[in-house]
């Protein structure tokens, strides 16, 4: 039950999750994109990931890599919560492209209270997801053919006031090319047996996703994107693109239908952001605002090499 009543207390401070209210499951954090790209896409992400941040929306798209990455995120949500993420991806000859990511939230100093209101100190509340993934193209090539398979092992664990649980989930992926520029992706997210906290047991968020994107000019992406998180009744559908103005400089926007705009206001789900690429270094950034809750930022570094 403490579990179940802080993250009625937290779930409206995390970007990802406002429109989820009390949400249905535990590991909410798994719903959080780690990548500023995608977030300015408005999540729309599922059929590109070509880049290191595959290991969140789609470990098929791992294959597409050419070189290694080296990627890190953070940003401070509101009242405090702090999210974080590292991941490394690497292709092995005649093998296809592996990747590891740590993900964390933090919520510090959070009141201890009895049933009557009366303070009783303060504990730390924290979620992690530890993370291998693998992406290979042209599986069986006379049977599949442009079609790229991946998947990734999560290690889960929850911790509130020096209680720790841990579970394990499971994603599998595909992508699939079907002409040239045009890709699809077929995603199922936290499959898992849930994570046990004391003496309840919590679903993880299973999320059917389909995402479908298409590169015109090789300056223009625009993608779309439809999930469905089975446990949490909740349905969202995304809408981005990405124009590259110049080889180095990049423009994003998006919308991700399925937020409770009573709540956040009536421009909550929309994305913009910008990107920078130097060399072999990208630097991303993403706006997204959250009606009274205030606004959201949130940058990417991504290295290649």
């Not at 999750?17 to 995608?38: N, W």
């Not at 470990?59 to 702090?82: C, I, M, R, W």
């Not at 933090?106 to 693998?134: H, M, P």
Request: hydrophobic share 45%.
């Amino acid at each position: 039950m403490i579990r179940k009543l802080l993250i009625s207390s937290l779930c409206l401070f995390f970007a990802g999750l406002a429109s989820a209210g009390v949400g249905t499951t535990g590991g909410q954090f798994l719903k959080i994109s780690p990548s500023a790209r995608a977030s300015a896409m408005g999540n729309a992400f599922a059929a590109v990931s070509d880049d290191v941040f595959a290991l969140y929306s789609n470990p098929a798209g791992l294959s597409q890599l050419k070189e290694s990455e080296l990627a890190a995120t953070y940003l401070s949500y509101f009242a405090d919560v702090k999210y974080g993420f590292i991941g490394y991806a690497s292709k092995v000859k005649n093998m296809g492209v592996f990747g590891f990511g740590y993900t964390y939230l933090l919520v510090d100093q959070i009141e201890k209270r009895d049933v009557n209101e009366t303070k009783l100190g303060e504990f730390n509340a924290k979620d992690t997801s530890l993370t291998v993934s693998y992406g290979k193209d042209d599986v069986i090539p006379s049977v599949l053919e442009n079609v790229s398979l991946g998947g990734s092992v999560k290690i889960i664990s929850s911790e509130i006031d020096q209680v720790i649980a841990y579970t394990g989930a499971l994603d599998l992926a595909a992508m699939y090319s079907p002409i040239e520029n045009l890709n699809t992706a077929l995603v199922i997210q936290n499959i898992g047996p849930g994570i046990k906290f004391v003496e309840v047991t919590d679903k993880l968020p299973l999320n059917i996703k389909f995402g479908a994107s298409y590169r015109a000019f090789e300056k223009l992406t625009i993608s779309a994107d439809i999930d469905e998180y089975v446990f949490d009744n909740k349905f969202y559908a995304s809408l981005g693109g990405e124009y590259w103005v110049i080889s180095k400089l990049a423009l994003r926007a998006g919308y991700r239908y399925g937020y409770d705009t009573s709540n956040l206001g009536s421009i909550v789900g929309l994305g913009a952001g910008i990107g920078f690429r130097i060399w072999s270094v990208g630097l991303d950034y993403a706006f997204l605002p959250f009606g009274e809750l205030g606004d959201t930022h949130r940058v990417s570094f991504v290295a290649k090499f």
